[in-house]
């Protein structure tokens, strides 16, 4: 019996702190796979390879650092230990470094280097690999990462937020250079190559976007009702896959290319492509460090990561004229647009975007300039775009399923899969103890209290409440993909017995329409996900399960002969799909009077319908499933010191985060070596004795090792850690954020401040009226019910921050620099009035100067709108497009809401708009007076409307943008306005610290 390779897909859920464990357990795993590992007859593993891996959160992370190790741990020697000055011959001290790793991993699994026989190089140099790996886990997990550091200089005193920054609680910049030295510092040679495939890796990062992504948003074809119906059941989405697809020999992979929707690391760039990237250019790490970062970015501890997405991660496929239709009925959340080739592309890229393209493309292109504009003078094309992210586990934190899908890709026409074993491999460090939860629902509680029981309040109640509330999205968001698993079994399982009868039935009938239309489903199927089973064609997927099928007895075409007319096949039978009969297809595949192969096309036919409808397609029904968790030593479930606060805790406990690294270790000896645990109980445990090891002295070595972090003697107080460097550090950054006249009564006692409250209280009560209205809660809560209840009557303008660059503004400007509420700024309007308005000043770091920003408001003159023939749609005019006006007020009132009689339901339809709005509403901005500023800045409406720049259509579409900004640097000459997304994508912010370091 040969030998058999294990191939593994790890899926790696999150953690935290608790990464910890994650790193120490998916690196000790493939150790002892390597070293102990047997297939299910009880045979040494030939080979042990990773061909895929997926990751949420702090799993992501572990992933990527072990990721960047296997490809070339040579380069990563010096991150493990720094070369000292006494280092002259850099090859020697290579050398000493990779004995010191032989030496950890014979000392480990062996009595000692001397009394065990040497490992063969196939096996240790992938153990060198994985052992620094694992200790490179360590130094980032254990040693590097705690709360002082994560807080950084936002807890310390004098730190000012920076207004273009998102919100976190913690510092980002720890992180950042940890990945600059560990990710983004030297370069691999993918020579040195070791435990990852040869061919190719897959990785997908789970994402969760903040931005919403339009579900069921197609329109095309639709009245208005319809689309009344779209926008009642059309949702949101947030939760998102990145695929990156690491390409180490591009030639194998020749026959399953790089899908279109992933990332592509490869041997070299493509400039036409800007998915591709070299493996080796720092741009390439730069991305994928961001998107690790991205996976990990912790909601509300962390900013989210802003990473840079290409629309061709967005769409789907092509489709023909013919296809058109049915990618519509069966997909509705997609959109068809004509690409520049003019090509029909299935997309789910946000259709805004794609209608702002159409306008682009009738631009000169010196004028596209108002898009991310920058000294590098980016232009505008909505072909890519700026997404914040946070934590993928927010909605994904068990990635098992993309785990499956890769594996399904990899060993999609993949030859050897007989003398192949397939294992997904999951990691989890937080695992709840419980089978079945506590019912017990605390708002329901009729007492509350320990030591003074009294009656539940309403309050008491309320917070129970939202306290379940939160607890039920947080569970709902995160359901076990492991649950769906067993549903796919049960299908798998069924897939068996529906293919025995049709292999058993020699008289199969098949009609027309049902070949048909399984065409076009698995058409639609094999583009759904983003993770593809091999291919996205159907021909060649079908072809490839004929093949299969056959046993031998086909005589229509050879195989590869179909494979090379696939598209040719494919136009026939969609072209005459009209007319075409059962006769036609056969002729294609040459099948006719042949009822033996006849039978098998149509036994096809129907298991490509039951694999397709069960959601079987491309699973292998042989893949096991194995988790590591942390268990006992009677396998039960354990909660790990540190995952407390949402696995926070970890980062203020060296000794628990110590601790979780060694347990780590000791907990996947235990899961993989379990007699009855993963697999039959024919097939019995992974790992087994041999002659060169034994398990159980290396159980009882891991024993110590946790022992030995002394996590649980009288001298580690884990509750004091908690408080001294989680709780205290934490209360100070809150206490940080909080307004200054707070501040001031923070550290004051309750007694002292008891009376100054009933003073102010009676003050407030004393004071009835300020300007006609009551102050008191009640009051506050009364006036804005009212503006809400007013909002029906006012048109809410798209508020746009306006940005004045300065190098040296004149006195008495300096005046004004230290209160921003006596900048003065002046607009001058059109009908020669003048506004006052509100500023606020920031001084730019990069240059002497200072930039001075304002709210103005952009609205549509709707007087190029038309009313549609059916009177339910608006409609612009063919030869003119709406003009945009800049105004200082926010609301606008609707014309007839003051007069009952005159009111109308929509008042776009309201004849006296125009008239209302022309003597309504103040004329538009002319030009913005700065004091301090000689010369006024011109804000001409003519420029902001000039349709043959992008800057309109920006501005037309601020609601696209995260961060939209108009700005005038008033140090260049010429000057002029222009719109920016006010946003920079990470990586690039990466590529910056790497150039000027």
């Given at each position: 019996m040969k030998s058999k390779t294990l191939r593994i897909c790890l899926a790696m859920g999150g953690g935290v702190s608790l990464g910890s464990f994650s790193g120490s357990a998916l690196t000790e795993a493939l150790k002892l796979l390597i070293l102990f590992g047997k297939d299910e007859k009880g045979n040494p593993y030939k080979n042990v390879v990773i061909d895929g891996m997926s990751g949420a959160s702090a799993g992501a992370i572990a992933l990527t650092i072990m990721l960047r190790c296997l490809i070339d741990y040579k380069s990563m020697l010096f991150k493990w230990m720094h070369r000292n000055e006494t280092e002259k011959d850099e090859e020697k001290a290579i050398a000493f470094r990779e004995m010191r790793l032989e030496s950890e991993i014979y000392n480990t699994y062996f009595s000692s280097e001397h009394e065990s026989p040497k490992l063969p190089p196939s096996q240790i140099e992938p153990l060198k690999a994985l052992q620094l790996a694992q200790n490179i886990q360590r130094i980032l997990w254990v040693d590097s990462v705690d709360v002082e550091k994560l807080y950084g200089d936002k807890n310390k005193s004098g730190y000012t937020h920076n207004i273009d920054d998102s919100f976190g609680l913690l510092e980002r910049k720890h992180m950042e250079n940890l990945i600059a030295e560990y990710l983004m510092d030297g370069t691999p040679n993918i020579d040195n190559l070791e435990v990852l495939d040869k061919e190719r890796v897959l990785f997908a990062c789970s994402l969760t976007n903040i931005l919403p992504m339009p579900i069921n948003s197609n329109r095309d074809e639709l009245n208005q009702l319809q689309k009344n119906v779209l926008n009642s059941t059309g949702v949101f989405n947030h939760a998102e896959v990145r695929v990156i697809d690491f390409v180490f020999d591009e030639k194998a992979c020749d026959k399953k290319p790089t899908d279109n929707r992933w990332l592509k690391f490869g041997s070299k760039s493509n400039k036409e492509k800007p998915t591709h990237f070299s493996i080796t250019a720092d741009d390439a790490w730069a991305t994928i460090s961001a998107s690790a970062l991205a996976c990990g970015a912790f909601p509300i501890a962390f900013p989210p990561v802003i990473l840079k997405r290409f629309q061709e991660e967005y769409n789907l496929g092509y489709a023909s004229e013919k296809t058109k239709k049915s990618w519509l009925v069966s997909n509705v959340k997609r959109t068809i647009y004509k690409n520049k080739k003019g090509e029909d592309v299935i997309t789910e890229w946000p259709v805004t975007f794609l209608d702002i393209q159409k306008h682009i493309e009738s631009i000169e292109e010196v004028d596209r300039n108002s898009f991310f504009n920058n000294d590098k003078g980016t232009?505008?094309?909505?072909?890519?775009?700026?997404?914040?992210?946070?934590?993928?586990?927010?909605?994904?934190?068990?990635?098992?399923?993309?785990?499956?899908?890769?594996?399904?890709?990899?060993?999609?026409?993949?030859?050897?899969?007989?003398?192949?074993?397939?294992?997904?491999?999951?990691?989890?460090?937080?695992?709840?103890?419980?089978?079945?939860?506590?019912?017990?629902?605390?708002?329901?509680?009729?007492?509350?209290?320990?030591?003074?029981?009294?009656?539940?309040?309403e309050f008491n109640k309320l917070i129970g409440s939202v306290g379940s509330l939160v607890g039920l999205l947080k569970d709902q968001g995160r359901i076990k993909e492991g649950d769906k698993i067993r549903d796919t079994k049960e299908n798998l399982a069924l897939k068996e017995e529906i293919f025995t009868y049709l292999s058993e039935n020699e008289d199969i009938k098949l009609t027309t329409n049902i070949c048909l239309k399984a065409f076009n489903k698995i058409r639609t199927k094999l583009n759904e996900d983003i993770i593809s089973i091999g291919t996205r064609k159907p021909l060649l997927y079908f072809i490839q399960e004929l093949r299969m099928n056959c046993y031998g007895e086909w005589k229509g075409e050879d195989f590869d002969l179909l494979e090379a007319k696939e598209k040719e096949i494919e136009e026939s039978i969609i072209n005459l799909s009209d007319e075409i009969t059962l006769e036609d297809i056969y002729t294609l595949f040459k099948i006719i009077g042949k009822p033996k192969s006849q039978n098998i096309f149509a036994s096809t036919i129907f298991r490509v319908i039951a694999d397709v409808s069960l959601n079987t397609a491309g699973k292998n029904p042989n893949a096991i499933n194995a988790a590591i968790l942390p268990i006992d030593s009677n396998n039960r479930i354990i909660d790990l010191p540190g995952t407390d606060i949402e696995a926070f805790a970890g980062f203020a406990s060296k000794e628990s985060k110590e601790y979780a690294f060694e347990y780590g270790r000791y907990a996947t000896l235990k899961a993989l070596s379990a007699k009855y645990g993963f697999r039959t109980k024919k097939g019995g445990a992974y790992l087994k004795n041999n002659k060169q090891g034994d398990l159980e002295k290396?159980?009882?070595?891991?024993?110590?090792?946790?022992?030995?972090t002394n996590f649980f003697s009288p001298d580690v107080k884990y509750s004091k850690d908690l408080k001294n460097y989680l709780f205290a550090p934490s209360i100070s950054r809150i206490k940080m954020l909080l307004p200054k006249y707070v501040k001031i009564f923070w550290n004051s006692p309750l007694s002292m401040l008891s009376p100054l409250i009933g003073i102010v209280g009676v003050a407030i009560g004393a004071y009835k009226n300020i300007k006609g209205k009551r102050l008191s809660l009640k009051s506050l809560i009364t006036s804005y019910t009212d503006e809400m209840a007013e909002s029906v009557k006012y048109a809410s303008n798209e508020a746009i921050v306006v940005s004045i660059i300065g190098d040296r503004f004149k006195k008495p400007w300096y005046r004004y620099l230290s209160n921003k509420e006596k900048i003065k700024i002046t607009a001058f309007l059109k009908d020669g009035k003048k506004v006052k308005l509100e500023a606020t000043l920031k001084k730019l770091k990069d240059k002497e100067g200072n930039k001075i920003r304002f709210h103005l408001y952009v609205i549509e003159d709707s007087k190029n709108i038309r009313v549609n023939k059916d009177g339910t749609m608006l409609s612009i005019n063919g030869d003119a497009f709406p003009r945009l006006k800049l105004f200082t007020e926010r609301r606008i009132p609707l014309p007839g809401t003051n007069d009952i009689k005159k009111a109308k339901l929509d008042p776009?339809?309201?004849?006296?708009?125009n008239i209302a709005f022309k003597s309504k509403h103040p004329a538009e901005i002319k030009e913005i007076k700065i004091e301090g500023l000689k010369t006024r800045i011109p804000l001409d409406p003519d420029y902001i409307n000039n349709t043959s720049r992008t800057l309109y259509h920006s501005l037309k579409n601020l609601n696209i943008h995260v961060s939209p900004m108009l700005e005038f640097d008033v140090s260049k000459e010429n000057g002029n306005w222009y719109f920016k997304e006010n946003t920079k994508p990470f990586h690039e912010e990466l590529l910056n610290r790497k150039e000027k370091s």
């Open positions: 232009k505008i094309d909505y072909e890519s775009f700026n997404f914040p992210y946070v934590d993928g586990g927010t909605f994904n934190n068990e990635p098992i399923k993309e785990a499956y899908r890769i594996a399904s890709f990899q060993d999609y026409k993949r030859n050897g899969l007989k003398t192949t074993e397939r294992l997904v491999l999951f990691v989890d460090p937080i695992v709840r103890k419980e089978q079945f939860p506590n019912f017990n629902v605390s708002s329901f509680s009729s007492i509350t209290g320990t030591k003074n029981t009294k009656n539940s309040t290396i159980e009882e070595l891991f024993k110590e090792n946790i022992r030995a776009n339809l309201d004849s006296e708009w």
